[in-house]
């Protein structure tokens, strides 16, 4: 195995050496990935929950370059990718060109210091997903402004800019909780799935509290005159946020402390005359840090981060809107918030629909370019790249992942070996499943006599797979098992009598296999017949060997369950005797024969028949045959009820009425 071969399949990937790179792997990992970027983060501080913010951290995680590292790296590429988006959608708005950088720098700035505010007391997970939608938006927003004095037309059509701030407003919040709300789900998932105390409840009540919180903080915020007064407020919200999430009341004081200190610098500035953005950024960060974090924290502790996400975001944006517009035009910020909202959390839904023709394109390249490149003997498979092993949140299947799997495995069945093992643990396990059924046919097909058909059961994954492509799998790992039993006998007649059971055995199932509408019934007839044609031709061919050989008959059979044909059981007079004396009990109890393996257990009932009164009518249902393939609950009673109907008919002529499914 190559030494880097774990690192292409796999939930725990190295990241990149390069900075550019690394973070714009980074930013990939937590909107695609999460689990990659968990991993990353438990590699730096093993410690260090994956919701963290920066103010619980301590000294000795400050002390780390590693940590550093990632803080920059997670801090480098977004900016990047909101920047480009915005130039693509105000290109298409065909702004000009001072409209477009204006609003460019102010989207931005915002983005970044929202994105600082939610990272403190918040999750610096779900920042990045916050500042990237209000910088968009903002962005957006501003550009709209300054290109208007009083309306704003786009194609020829009319719309007051108060109306549309108030839209966008809602839009942002709206947007930015949702998708910070699938953020800070992915990052948490391995926490959610140990706590089932979160209700659908508790995540409501937590996110509408949340909203109500930052509503009341911008009303606040708006009716506060004295800068003194509104900075020891917001210091207050933050400090009270912050000594609850991190448990410490004095770090939650110093952090109070600090921000109605920034707050009060910010309003010194404004008062002697200073308006550069440095000043109104100042307050913006005050503001937004203060309504952001008391609604993320109060959520957070009630029902999760997600939730925490949701309702600091949207309880910022609520706040904002107050704080900006003082309540105007709230129908279109309501509705449009509504729709944001939607769309983030409803993300799970439609994106894989959405990005499903785009990776099946791309999937489809990488089949085509393996098909051409794998010829030579030192290419390495460019199957790593399919978006099964990066895509985390794909609910969809993938068309031809199976094919491509066992593509690869037969042109390097280590590098397969290694893609199926990380795909038996993901959303695509089906085409794992798959791919081993078809490998296990393959295997089966193989066998071209008896021994081949002995020596196939080992090798058989039925116990790793599920459905009824395992049920008919340990069916022929049942029968290579009888035939190695058979093998074992010592005279060609014992080994003929047990072949002709594993014969019969066979018939049954091929017939079951015809009948079946089961998915792989199709896949398995044609090898159920060559087997029973295999096994048919040596029992026949012992037969002749025995005649030639003229061999005294011996009538003992180990390893093989002799069945009512078989008139060489005898004995066991006493535990059928026993069986009679407790089934005629008026308490009916319930019965369990056990013993140890190969000693006549399976045999003894198949001969109840004979052994007990005829008033007596022993059903014989092998729950390990036609039961156990039944694909639901109707099908499973359905074999049952035939199988005691067999049973009655074999064991006592007795003729029932068949039960339809």
């Known amino acids: 195995m190559r030494d880097n071969l774990q690192n292409r399949y796999t939930d725990a990937p190295r990241l990149p050496a390069n900075l550019l790179t690394g973070s714009v792997r980074l930013l990939f990992w937590l909107f695609v990935h999460p689990a990659a970027w968990r991993s990353h983060l438990a590699r730096i501080d093993p410690q260090l929950p994956p919701d963290f913010c920066l103010a619980q951290l301590h000294r000795t995680t400050w002390r780390q370059g590693a940590f550093w590292r990632f803080l920059f790296m997670m801090g480098l590429a977004w900016p990047a990718l909101a920047a480009v988006l915005l130039l693509a959608i105000m290109a298409l708005l065909n702004l000009p060109g001072t409209a477009v950088f ?5 989207g931005i700035a915002v983005g970044v210091i929202t994105a600082v505010a939610a990272s403190f007391a918040g999750s610096l997970a779900v920042s990045l997903p916050i500042g990237l939608a209000i910088a968009l938006v903002a962005g957006l927003g501003s550009a709209l402004v300054f290109n208007a004095a009083g309306d704003v037309v786009l194609y020829g059509r009319i719309y007051s800019l108060d109306i549309l701030i108030s839209a966008l407003l809602g839009l942002m919040s709206g947007l930015a909780g949702g998708l910070a709300y699938g953020v800070g789900m992915g990052v948490t998932r391995e926490k959610r799935e140990t706590d089932v105390s979160v209700t659908l409840l508790r995540q409501i009540s937590g996110v509408i509290i949340g909203i109500l919180i930052g509503v009341a903080a911008g009303q606040m915020a708006l ?3 004295a800068n003194l007064l509104s900075a020891v407020v917001m210091g207050a919200l933050f400090g009270v946020a912050v000594g609850w999430r991190t448990h410490s009341w004095k770090r939650g004081l110093a952090a109070g402390l600090l921000l109605s200190g920034l707050a009060l610098f910010s309003g010194g500035l404004a008062r002697l005359g200073f308006s550069g953005g440095l000043v109104q950024a100042g307050g913006l960060l005050v503001f937004m840090t203060a309504v952001f974090t008391l609604p993320y924290v109060l959520a957070d502790k009630v029902a999760g981060t997600g939730a925490g996400a949701l309702a600091g975001t949207l309880g910022a944006g609520a706040g904002l809107f107050v704080f900006l517009t003082d309540g105007a035009s709230f129908g279109p910020f309501l509705s449009f918030g509504l729709v944001g909202i939607l769309l983030g959390l409803v993300l799970g839904w439609w994106r894989p629909i959405f990005l499903y023709p785009f990776l099946l394109i791309w999937n489809a390249l990488l089949y085509r370019l393996d098909e051409n490149r794998l010829a030579r003997p030192d290419a390495i498979p460019a199957f790593r790249f399919h978006s099964a092993f990066w895509d985390e949140l794909q609910r969809l ?3 031809n992942l199976d094919a491509y799997l066992l593509f690869v495995m037969e042109t390097d069945i280590a590098e397969g070996r290694t893609a199926m093992a990380y795909l038996s643990g993901t959303r695509q396990r089906w ?8 490998l296990d046919a393959r295997q089966l097909e193989q066998c071209r006599d008896v021994a081949a058909i002995a020596a196939v059961a080992p090798g058989l994954a039925a116990s790793d797979l599920v459905g009824s492509a395992s049920a008919l799998l340990r069916s022929f790992s049942r029968i290579s098992r009888d035939v190695a039993a058979a093998t074992q006998q010592e005279s060609a007649y014992n080994q003929r009598l047990a072949l002709h059971a594993v014969e019969e055995r066979l018939d049954t199932l ?3 296999l015809t009948r079946s509408e089961e998915p792989y019934a199709e896949r398995f007839r044609p090898i159920a017949a060559e087997w029973r044609r295999i096994v048919g031709d040596q029992c026949r061919a012992l037969a002749q060997e025995a005649e030639l050989r003229q061999e005294i008959d011996s009538p003992y059979i180990i390893g093989v369950p002799l069945t009512e044909k078989q ?3 005898i004995g066991r007079n006493d535990v059928s005797g026993r069986i009679e004396q407790l089934l005629r009990d008026r308490r009916q109890p319930p019965l369990l024969l056990y013993g140890q393996r190969r000693v006549g257990k399976t045999s003894l009932l198949n001969n109840l028949g004979r052994l007990l009164p005829s008033t007596i009518i022993p059903f014989f249902v092998d729950l390990q045959g036609p039961a156990s393939r039944a694909s639901d609950e109707a ?18 002529e007795l003729t029932l009425p068949p039960l339809s499914r």
Do not use: D, K, P
């Open 567 to 569: 008139e060489i059981f």
């Open 635 to 652: 099908g499973f009673l359905y074999n049952l009820a035939r199988g005691m109907r067999q049973s009655a008919q074999r064991q006592r």
């Open 223 to 225: 009716r506060l005159t």
């Open 431 to 438: 085409a794992a499943q798959e791919a081993q059924i078809e």
């Open 102 to 106: 204006l609003g460019l720098m102010l």
């Open 510 to 512: 091929l017939r079951e």
């Open 397 to 399: 299947h993938l068309v």
